[in-house]
């Protein structure tokens, strides 16, 4: 079992940074990869961002490449997502998310774990 607190949500200006961060319990974190995705009121939960079990391979959405950066720490068992240049259409709720296997997924039923997730709203 996995258990996931994310963090670090809040409001923001447009241009503005955020970053979140997802703590992992259990001794299995360095051999999972993990993603974040996004829901916004009305929509579906979309992805954002994964990362490899060692961080040596990341994907992100075309709607965030070059403006969010994924990381992780194995040794703290947190992942983390660096959010630069805000954009309204960013707000929503941010979820964290762990796979079972050690390669990222850009699919929500790639991942068996789940955070309660944070809200991040950008104001114009």
């Known amino acids: 079992q996995v258990q996931l607190v994310e963090s670090g949500g809040g409001l923001v200006q447009a241009g503005g940074s955020l970053r979140l961060s997802c703590a992992a319990s259990?001794?299995?974190?360095?051999?999972?990869?993990m993603g974040w995705f996004r829901q916004a009121p009305g929509k579906e939960r979309e992805f954002v961002a994964a990362?490899?079990?060692?961080?040596?391979?990341?994907n992100y959405a075309d709607s965030v490449k070059d403006r969010f950066t994924i990381s992780r720490d194995n040794a703290k068992n947190t992942v983390y997502l660096q959010m630069n240049s805000l954009k309204p259409e960013d707000t929503a709720v941010y979820y964290c998310?762990?796979?079972?296997?050690?390669?990222?997924?850009?699919?929500?039923?790639?991942?068996?774990?789940w955070g309660q997730g944070t809200q991040v709203t950008v104001s114009s």
């Open positions: 998310a762990a796979r079972s296997v050690p390669n990222w997924g850009v699919r929500t039923y790639d991942y068996k774990y």
């Open positions: 259990g001794r299995t974190f360095s051999m999972r990869a």
């Open positions: 990362i490899s079990w060692s961080g040596g391979s990341t």
